[in-house]
C-alpha cells in the first residue's frame, strides 16, 4: 500500500533555515502537501504543490519536489520559535480525497 | 472562510459508555467528510470517509459497529464511540472537503478512564 515516511526530530536555531523531507511511495501522486500542527490543535495547511511541479515558493516557505525520487522537502527559511511544532507531509492521487499522511517531523527552534 | 468545529474539544467518560463527537462545516456545506484518529506523537490514521446520504466507507482494521458515523446533513458528520474502553482515548479529528481542499477541525480529545 501508499506509504509516507518523515524523519521524526529536527531542531534548528533561530534564524537559520529548517528544511524537513518526505519520502512516499504512491507513483500515482498528484497532490502534495505539507501541514502543520501545533500542541493540542488540528491541522493547518501550510502549502501544497502538484506533481507536474518541480518547486513551489511561498514567502518563507519553499517546497521542492523530486518526483522521480519521489521526495519532497520543505524549507522554511528565518526559521522563528513560532515555527515550532509538528509538520506533516501528506499526498493523495485525488483532490478531495483520503490522505496518507507521514508520521510527523517535530521541528524545535531553539533561542 | 472554510472553518470546521468540532464538539467536544475534550471528553472524559467511563469505560462501557458511549461518547458522540459532532464536526461541522461553518460556512460552507461538505459532501464529504473524513475522521482521523491520532495517537500520541504519531501520525494521523484515516479511520473513515463519510458521505452525505450514504453508508460511510470505512478503512481496514476499523470496526463500523464501534465507531458509528453519521452524516446527516451538509454541515454535520457524527461519529460516536460505542461501549468506549481505555485503548479508544486518542485524539480524533476530523476533515471537511470544499474546493477539492480537506479543511481541518481542531480535534476532540477523548480519555476513556
Known amino acids: 500500500g501508499e506509504d509516507v515516511e518523515q524523519s521524526l526530530f529536527l531542531s534548528v536555531r533561530e534564524g537559520d533555515s529548517s528544511v524537513i523531507n518526505c519520502t512516499y511511495t504512491?507513483?500515482?501522486?498528484?497532490?502534495l502537501y505539507w501541514y502543520k500542527q501545533e500542541p493540542g490543535a488540528g491541522l493547518q495547511l501550510l502549502t501544497y504543490?502538484?506533481?507536474?511541479?518541480d518547486m513551489k515558493q511561498d514567502q518563507r516557505l519553499t517546497v521542492l519536489l523530486n518526483k522521480k525520487d519521489k521526495h519532497l522537502s520543505l524549507r522554511i527559511a528565518d526559521t522563528q520559535t513560532g515555527d515550532s511544532a509538528i509538520y506533516f507531509c501528506?499526498?493523495?492521487?485525488?483532490?478531495?480525497?483520503?490522505?496518507?499522511f507521514g508520521q510527523g517531523t517535530e521541528l524545535s527552534v531553539k533561542p | 472562510g472554510a472553518v470546521v468545529s468540532q464538539h467536544p474539544s475534550r471528553v472524559i467518560c467511563k469505560s462501557g459508555t458511549s461518547v458522540k463527537i459532532e464536526c461541522r462545516s461553518l460556512?460552507?456545506?461538505?459532501?464529504?467528510m473524513f475522521w482521523y484518529r491520532q495517537f500520541p506523537k504519531k501520525s494521523l490514521m484515516l479511520m473513515a470517509t463519510?458521505?452525505?446520504?450514504?453508508?460511510?466507507?470505512?478503512e481496514q482494521g476499523v470496526e463500523k459497529d464501534k465507531f458509528l458515523i453519521n452524516h446527516a446533513s451538509l454541515t454535520l458528520s457524527t461519529l460516536t464511540v460505542t461501549s468506549a474502553h481505555p485503548e479508544d482515548s486518542s485524539f480524533y479529528i476530523c476533515?471537511?472537503?470544499?474546493?477539492?481542499?480537506?479543511?481541518f477541525g481542531p480535534g476532540t480529545r477523548l480519555t476513556v478512564l
Open positions: 463519510s458521505n452525505e446520504g450514504s453508508k460511510a466507507t470505512y
Open positions: 504543490i502538484f506533481s507536474n511541479m
Open positions: 504512491d507513483s500515482s501522486s498528484t497532490y
Open positions: 501528506a499526498e493523495t492521487s485525488n483532490q478531495g480525497g483520503k490522505l496518507i
Open positions: 476533515s471537511a472537503v470544499w474546493g477539492g481542499e480537506q479543511f
Open positions: 460556512d460552507f456545506q461538505a459532501t464529504t
